[in-house]
Nanobody, 120 residues
Framework: QVQLVESGGGLVQAGGSLNLSCSASGSIFRIFDMGWYRQAPGKMRESVARAVSGGSTTYLDSVKGRFTISRDDAKNTWYLQMNSLKPEDTAVYYC??????????????WGRGTQVTVSS
């Protein structure tokens, strides 16, 4: 079994910054893609940023230039640096990862989410 735990959420004023972290633990052989999603009240969950094992990254258009995803494969941890935050960034942020276990099975796992609130 694999567990993902997010940290770093909180309350920040518009224009401020937060750095989210997601740490994976358990029976991990390899992590392929890893990423961040968010879900605001009354809205569908959307992909914010992804980092694939080959090194490329993708971003939601509305966060390009403001958010940066990075990964530390040695620590099975990835980050989302969020700058110039806007009230519309307010949401619960979830990390997820495509994980190959020691038994070589492959599963997508999700964290439980961390609240990010941006005040105007």
């Amino acid at each position: 079994q694999v567990q993902l735990v997010e940290s770093g959420g909180g309350l920040v004023q518009a224009g401020g910054s937060l750095n989210l972290s997601c740490s994976a633990s358990g029976s991990i052989f390899r992590i392929f893609d890893m990423g961040w999603y968010r879900q605001a009240p009354g809205k569908m969950r959307e992909s914010v940023a992804r980092a694939v094992s080959g090194g490329s990254t993708t971003y939601l258009d509305s966060v390009k230039g403001r958010f940066t995803i990075s990964r530390d494969d040695a620590k099975n941890t990835w980050y989302l640096q969020m700058n110039s935050l806007k009230p519309e960034d307010t949401a619960v942020y979830y990390c997820n990862a495509d994980v190959q276990s020691v038994a070589r099975s492959r599963t997508v796992y999700w964290g439980r989410g961390t609240q990010v609130t941006v005040s105007s």
